[in-house]
């Protein structure tokens, strides 16, 4: 093992020591030492997110976190949006977009220089985060994966203004960069610190949840990522054999983490003929890009990305809804503790669910343990093409697994279950639930 590494994290945690006083004193300008002060005039239950994507984004996380906040008054979170992309329309949520930051490219890159570039981008940002923080007056942050500078910068901030802070892990912070080698290195860095600090981890699923928990000593909270809407039927409606054409639809985002599946997908039709099979893809990916990997051919249909009202109008109006992930060994990690943010959407909209993905991932398990989807874990597109004649042919078997998948809609995936659990991981009350009980109070009383 080489020298250098030991040192390298050495002076990272040197780095953020540094960090959180020079933070502190830039942002309060008071004795840095002393009891613990909170954010002065900090409103109780007001908190900060801060994330790459934020909405009215399509990203699958800038959705979730759509719905999470959808369900609080909308002055009771600031979003901080860490990638410059400033929302097209108008945020129901206060959203501060940060500026650009020096040697923003370096952050994959090996070396020395590179590493001390990251460490001064963590240490800018966590102080604009600070910034921010003192300024809206607010009582916790809430800190997103998908971009390596976001925990720890957001770290940095907590503890300079000793504030709560909740790590959201819609996916494993160390495994998502395991193919770029430097910054794998350095996540695995930040993550004892960030972990340390944190008041609670939120994970979207129990597979991510006990991978997490080995690093972080104890046990992070699970939050489902919820369905769009909470309306959520008791029982599916009656079902019959489906007929010609057999439409097969999938929202969201074809990237290399399914574009085997959906290869695979495509080839089974061959088998299909008599059921005119088409697959309805709603996607922001460029048609010819997505033509390079092999997604093209008879029966599929490119739509460009839709709201998520308009995708829950398209899943309903399906015969079957598609999920898929790679075999690839290079995303093996991020695949199996990978929850899709439209698992909620798919489970609520009363059409049967046929997923492609490896076995030992959690959306296979989570679908055979609960009975609510038709799972394939192979590459396969023969034993697809029968899973797709069964869905298709048998009323009996799409009505229990519709049955069950609306069961779990209404447990585990309305958003106010999930956004209650954001807000005990935080410590605070929602403003609505408050208002809720005072009407009850009221009422008892008169």
């Given at each position: ?39 002065e ?36 979170a ?31 890159q ?32 809430v ?79 699970v ?6 809407t ?57 048609p ?25 109008a ?42 492609v ?90």
């Open positions: 093992m080489s020298t250098a590494a030991p040192a390298e994290a050495t002076v990272s945690r040197l780095a953020v020591a540094i960090a959180v006083v020079v933070i502190r004193v830039a942002t309060s300008g008071r004795w840095l030492f002393g009891r613990r002060r909170e954010v005039g900090a409103a109780h239950d007001r908190f900060a997110v801060v994330s790459h994507a934020v909405p009215p984004m399509w990203s699958g996380q800038a959705m979730v976190l759509e719905r999470l906040l959808g369900m609080l008054p909308a002055e009771q600031v979003v901080i949006a860490t990638a410059r992309a400033a929302p097209a329309d108008s945020p129901r949520n206060t959203t501060v977009v940060l500026p650009s930051e020096p040697w923003e490219a370096r952050w994959s090996p070396g020395w220089w590179a590493t001390l570039t990251v460490l001064y981008r963590c240490v800018l940002r966590g102080w604009r985060i600070a910034q921010i923080l003192r300024r809206e007056r607010c009582g916790g942050v800190a997103c994966t998908g971009d390596l500078i976001d925990l720890p910068a957001s770290m940095l901030a907590c503890r300079a203004l000793r504030l709560p802070l909740v790590a959201y892990y819609f996916d494993d912070y160390v495994a998502q960069w395991s193919w770029a080698p430097a910054a794998f290195a350095r996540s695995r860095r930040f993550e004892p610190m960030i972990l340390q600090t944190a008041r609670q981890v939120l994970v979207p699923n129990e597979r991510l949840a006990a991978r997490v928990a080995q690093r972080f000593g104890r046990q992070p909270m939050i489902r990522n919820p369905a769009w909470d309306e959520v039927p008791m029982r599916p409606q009656a079902m019959e054999a489906r007929t010609a054409p057999c439409r097969i639809v999938y929202t969201g985002a074809v990237y290399h983490v399914n574009y085997a599946a959906f290869r695979c997908l495509i080839a089974s039709f061959a088998a299909l003929v008599d059921l005119q099979p088409e697959l309805h893809i709603y996607t922001a990916q460029d010819a890009q997505l033509a390079e990997e092999g997604i093209q051919g008879p029966g599929v249909h490119l739509f460009s990305h839709v709201d998520p009202g308009e995708a829950w398209r899943q309903r109006e399906a015969g079957i809804v598609f999920m898929g992930f790679a075999f690839d060994d290079r995303v093996a990690a991020i695949v199996q503790t990978s929850a899709p943010g439209k698992l909620g959407d798919y489970l609520a909209s009363g059409v049967p669910i046929l997923a993905a490896p076995s030992g991932s959690f959306l296979i398990d989570y679908l055979r343990e609960h009975a609510c989807g038709e799972v394939i874990e192979t590459l396969d597109p023969h034993a697809v093409a029968q899973a797709i004649r069964r869905l298709a042919g048998d009323a009996g078997h799409r009505q229990a697994l519709v049955t069950n998948a609306l069961a779990c809609a209404r447990r585990e995936f309305a958003a106010s279950v999930a956004v209650t659990t954001l807000l005990n991981a935080l410590g605070l009350e929602s403003r609505t639930a408050q208002r809720h009980e005072a009407i009850e109070e009221g009422a008892e009383k008169t």
